[in-house]
């Protein structure tokens, strides 16, 4: 009998305690948002552990890209002019940079969660002949609004399904630290090829 | 037998104790505002009312002791620990340690908490299943007509706010004005984030309104201002322009929503 | 029998040629020599030679004149801050301001320096604040690049290329609330080799202000709006409060100086008829430019404009610097003194019986 209520006693008691606590981690919290993880520098921004996808339908973080320098451009594919123009401007900086060396990713993120997806991703990836330097990435609504604010571009999206953008080309070093950013189309290429250069 | 009492005291000491716990953890009141359009501040060629489904939102702002909870329960967002590029050196300045508000800010923990970033923000938010709002919903849920007001209109005590200076000690939470959607504080007490804050493409320039730079411009067309005479509006639309993620500023602060369903 | 054919001209005629040649190539060169400003633009060095802080003051002082002759590295630091302070005898105000008073800094640069300029936001301002300086060639005079939220800094550099004074204020939206805050001041930009010397210099600023309360009503004021967009302002003032530099607080001077006066109009709405009250401007470089008119009873000073002024104090007086929109100087605080101590000189004036 003794035992019994002992048993009891310790199940209330149990029962009782911090399931709040439980409650409280419902939500996820990216573990390595905040803190240094492994090897990435603590101001890099593939702290960032959300996954996205790529052209080739590939699941990937954005810490694969780590060990190269990084040129990032945010994009989407049914932009009529701006976004073509990035685009374009990135692909001459790859140019120039590729006598000195082919060990450079380019990236080129979507705003458009809901259509750029990884098929329509490859048709632009191969309308614009982006070589296998070239990963274009889709990522959920919310990943792509911390990304965006992470590389301070400033973007939103209008009645349309169309988005207004910044224009900014991001060069992150081989941690994925930003090192150095150019805003505007047809920008001077001068200072972000020598930002590259110097990563090299 | 006086096993059997030593047991039960000490069970209901326990019980009573995390009963005690629970309360101060319980669950922040959210209010429901009900759909609406709302017609944005910098408007396109194409511009229409944007449509904002129902939602529910924090009565309130998030308190200094509430996001005290988040931090003791996420070490990684603690001020010592947390990464710059998350928060910068700003991040719970006002506090007395990592996880300590502090004996002597004792008035304020029940105040809005402010020192924190977009980032902070929104893995709050994260953490308790909910949202940081849209503009869109931020602004509709703001423009709720207030309760028992004694300012000619909502613009004039927002100005009046904006053109005070901060106090010194932060008043609590439902200090201000309530609005027809039960909700507190909209303005007149901190800034608040919102989910997309990182959104005008209008140059930085606030003269510079007559034509954006087309080439920065996918959605086509100069972008301009509904009501320039709006200067509460203008104002608060200029402070979320100059905002970046990591900022932490001592009177801005936010509050989270949650979809209906 | 005069006709010197051609074909002889240069034999016969070897010294005449030589004149002819030589007065030619003189009169080339001669004509080649450029004048005044055009001289600045082509031939400004751009070889630094060396970093300097900037000497910032406040209203009504003045930095001291630059001494140095090559274009230097300038550093400036600005930082904006909101205040409540006094604006008349009963009514306080919400200032928002350069360095913590209206006007804010005056900043003395060389033509020719580079200046190096970052704009700190104090960490307890509500506002987020920028600066838009008249002197700057770029976008927004350098808006843009320093849109700074509350505990921020930015930062850019550029080139002061022309001389002259020209309004800086804060190009935040909506500009005309902060400027009708307090949010603005001058920069010098003085000439390749300084402005000749005077005995004294000083630093004014008007401005138009806008409450709900009337003049000099009692307590903290709000700005409004109303008022502002009718442009029927409670308060004109220089320097930011009613007799602030009046009586005690009057400019000094003696007799046998030239005084010259820096003067801005902050705006945000009315533009100043300036007029010394007792005396006149033997120099007054128009609207803060090169072009100097002399002997002006009354000089106007646009909004978001300055001129410089000089007088030479020639007797003892008190000197009324006046809006002469005079309802301004009368009911609405637009009055400055400058007093002038020294011995009476009755052949310039006197009191007869």
Known sequence: MKVLLFVFFVA?????????????????????????????????????????????????????????????????????YACPRLTADIKGIEDKIKSKSEDVNYLLISFDSERDLPNQLKKFSNDHALDENWTLLHGDENTIRILSVLLNVQFQKDAEGNFSHSNIISVLDKNGVLVFQKEGIDADPAETISAIKQLL | ???????????????????????????????????????????????????????????????????????????????????????????????????????????????????????????????????????????????????????????????????????????NVKSTYQN???????????????????????????????????????????????????????????????????YCISSLGFRCVKDLK | MLQISRKNFYLESPVLFAILLISSVLFFFSCKTNSGNSMAENNIDTVLTGTVNAELTFAPNVPKPLTYTSPKKVIVQLETIEKVMPISDSSEYTFWTFGGHVPGDFIRVRQGDLVDFTLKNAPESKMTHSIDLHAVIGPGGGADATST????????????LHPGLYVYHCATGPVPLHIANGMYGLILVEPQGGLPKVDREYYLMQGDFYTKGKYDAPGLQDFDETKALAENPDYVLFNGRVRSTTGPHALQAKVGETVRLYVGNGGPNLISSFHPIGQLFTKVYME????????????????????IVEMKMQVPEVINLVDHSIFRAFNKGAIAQIKVTGPENPSIFQKLK
């Not at chain 2, 719970?92 to 924190?116: A, F, M, Q, T």
């Not at chain 2, 201002?225 to 203008?234: I, M, S």
């Open chain 2, 1 to 171: 037998m006086k096993y059997f009492l030593s047991i039960l005291i000490a069970t209901v000491f326990f019980c009573a104790a995390n009963a005690q716990k629970k309360a101060v953890l319980s669950e922040k009141k959210m209010v429901t505002v009900s759909s609406g359009n709302y017609k944005p501040f910098f408007v396109t060629k194409n511009n229409r009312p944007i449509y904002v489904a129902a939602f529910k939102m924090d009565e309130s702002a998030v308190t200094n002791a509430e996001f005290l909870q988040f931090v003791k329960a996420n070490p990684q967002w603690r001020r010592s620990k947390v990464n710059r590029i998350f928060a910068d050196t700003n991040y719970l300045r006002h506090w007395k340690s990592d996880v300590e508000i502090g004996e002597s800010n004792k008035k304020i923990y029940n105040s809005p908490v402010v020192n924190v970033s977009w980032f902070a923000a929104e893995a709050y938010c994260k953490w308790k299943n909910k949202k940081l709002p849209t503009i869109a919903q931020w602004e509709l849920a703001a423009n709720g007509a207030p309760k028992n007001f004694k300012y000619k209109s909502l613009t004039d005590f927002i100005l009046d706010w904006y053109t005070k200076p901060n106090p010194r000690i932060l008043p």
């Open chain 1, 12 to 80: 209330v008691a149990f029962g009782c305690s911090d399931s709040n606590s439980k409650s409280a981690f419902v939500g996820e919290v990216p573990k390595s948002a905040a803190a240094p993880v492994g090897t990435i520098s603590s101001e890099s921004i593939y702290q960032l552990p959300d996954t996205f996808e790529t052209q080739d339908n590939k699941k990937i973080v954005l810490s694969s890209f780590a060990g190269k320098p990084t040129v990032v451009g945010m994009i989407f594919t049914h932009c009529p």
């Open chain 2, 180 to 246: 027809q959607y039960g909700l507190y504080d909209m303005n007149g007490l901190i800034w608040e984030w919102t989910f997309n804050f990182n959104s005008f493409i209008a140059s930085r320039d606030s003269r510079d309104k007559s034509e954006a730079d087309f080439k920065n411009f996918c959605a086509g067309g100069a972008i301009n201002v509904v009501d320039k005479t709006d200067y509460a509006t203008y104002l608060r639309f200029g402070y979320r322009a100059s905002l970046k993620g990591n």
């Open chain 3, 149 to 160: 939220a509350p505990g921020q800094s930015t930062h850019f550099q550029f080139r002061a």
């Open chain 3, 288 to 307: 803060g430019g090169t072009e100097i008119n002399t002997d002006v009873q009354t000089t106007l000073i646009p909004s978001g404009g300055a001129t």
